[in-house]
Each structure stands twice: as structure tokens, then as C-alpha cells.
Antibody
Framework: EVHLVQSGGGLVQPGGSLRLSCVAS????????LNWVRQAPGKGLVWVSS????????FYADSVKGRFSISRDNSANTLYLQMNRLRADDTALYYC????????????WGPGTLVTVSS | EIVLTQSPGTLSLSPGERATLSCRAS???????LAWYQHSPGQAPRLLIY???SRATAIPDRFTGSGSGTDFTLTISRLEPEDFAVYYC?????????FGQGTKVEIK
């Protein structure tokens, strides 16, 4: 069974930084693309970023490009999202999700971690 | 960027009725890489359908996906109480891998 355990959320001031982590188990970690998806309060789901399993290729939404960095440590079965220059509109519940091999859909979801950007 | 527009915004139906949800793309979705998700309050979203037609693991057969190109449909044949939720489509063929804005299926 797939398990995704998330950590690293919290309250941060505008302009600050935060790193989210997601420890995975129950599948061959290095074989699958991994994603971050977020949901702002009262809003819908928004894709944020993806990283491929094999070559580590990365993809970003325009709204976070240049500020956020996705990475993975295949030896530790861990996905990261480094978030810099945070803004109020980055406030959201952030989900770590597992893709399907090279396909960046979300077959399994973590419970989400809340990021609040406020002074 | 492919924009996905879902309709209607809200669908008010009774248990046992049929639900038809639409997802229209601003341009053709590559290789029909189109998925549907269900999101119930207080839970993480759940994958229902991928590749337009294929049901994910343990998804009951009352959920059916159809369509091609730019027009896609999720049909729930007979609504069960647990099906009242928000539904999202997502295209994963071209980055950015965009979601639709969602359709809420509520109890009438």
C-alpha cells in the first residue's frame, strides 16, 4: 500500500522560505514521477510542480517558477519542495502525490500540509 | 497552457440519479491524457479515471469516463450518498498539467 507522509508546513512571513518534505513507501520510488498540488482556502486544486523518476526532469507552474524548487532523494524515498520568496497567494494546503511511471497524474495523495504566508 | 473548463459549476441531484459532468479543453489533450478526481470534504482527493476511460484501482463501475480531443465527460450512473463531492478533471499531456475549476455534486 502506498503511504505518503508529509511535513514542513507552517506559518511564514511574506518573502520568507519554507521546505516541504514527503516520505514515501509502498512502491518503487525511483520509477515514478512525483508531484505537488495545492489548494488555497475555498478554491480548487492547482498543479504546482512535478519531477520525473529517472532523469529528474522538473516542471513548474508559471506562478511558482523561479521561486519554488522541486527535488527528490531516491536513496531516502523523499520528495521536497523548497519554497522561496513566499507570497500571501501561496497560502494553501499542499499535497504530495505519486504519479504513474512517467505520467504526472496523481494516483495516490498525501494528507496535505498547510502553508500560511502572513505577517 | 491548456485551460480546462468544467460545467456545470454545481449539479443538484438526488441519490440514485445519473450525473453527467463535462470538461472542455482549450486545445486538444495530447494522447487523451485526461484524468478525473473526486474530492470529499476533509479528505485527500482520489483518482477515479485516467487516460479518459480507465478506472483507477477499486473505483466502482458506476463511474465512467468518455470523450476525446477537447471534450470529455464523467458519468456517474446512479449516485450513492458517498458520491456527493467535488470533481476535477486534469490534463497531464503537456506542462503545465492543469486542473479544471471543479464541479460540485450536491444533494438536491
Amino acid at each position: 500500500e502506498v503511504h505518503l507522509v508529509q511535513s514542513g508546513g507552517g506559518l511564514v512571513q511574506p518573502g520568507g522560505s519554507l521546505r516541504l518534505s514527503c516520505v514515501a513507501s509502498g512502491f518503487r520510488f525511483s520509477s515514478h514521477v512525483l508531484n505537488w498540488v495545492r489548494q488555497a482556502p475555498g478554491k480548487g486544486l492547482v498543479w504546482v510542480s512535478s519531477v520525473s523518476g529517472e532523469d529528474g526532469s522538473t516542471f513548474y507552474a508559471d506562478s511558482v517558477k523561479g521561486r519554488f524548487s522541486i527535488s527528490r532523494d531516491n536513496s531516502a524515498n523523499t520528495l521536497y519542495l523548497q519554497m522561496n520568496r513566499l507570497r500571501a497567494d501561496d497560502t494553501a494546503l499542499y499535497y504530495c502525490t505519486k504519479g504513474l511511471l512517467t505520467f504526472p497524474l496523481s494516483t495516490s495523495w498525501g494528507p496535505g500540509t498547510l502553508v500560511t504566508v502572513s505577517s | 497552457e491548456i485551460v480546462l473548463t468544467q460545467s456545470p459549476g454545481t449539479l443538484s441531484l438526488s441519490p440514485g440519479e445519473r450525473a453527467t459532468l463535462s470538461c472542455r479543453a482549450s486545445q486538444s489533450v495530447r494522447s487523451n491524457y485526461l484524468a478525473w478526481y473526486q474530492h470529499s470534504p476533509g479528505q485527500a482527493p482520489r483518482l477515479l479515471i485516467y487516460g479518459v476511460y480507465s478506472r483507477a484501482t477499486a473505483i466502482p463501475d458506476r463511474f465512467t469516463g468518455s470523450g476525446s480531443g477537447t471534450d470529455f465527460t464523467l458519468t456517474i450512473s446512479r449516485l450513492e450518498p458517498e458520491d456527493f463531492a467535488v470533481y476535477y478533471c486534469q490534463q497531464y499531456g503537456d506542462s503545465p498539467f492543469t486542473f479544471g475549476q471543479g464541479t460540485k455534486v450536491e444533494i438536491k
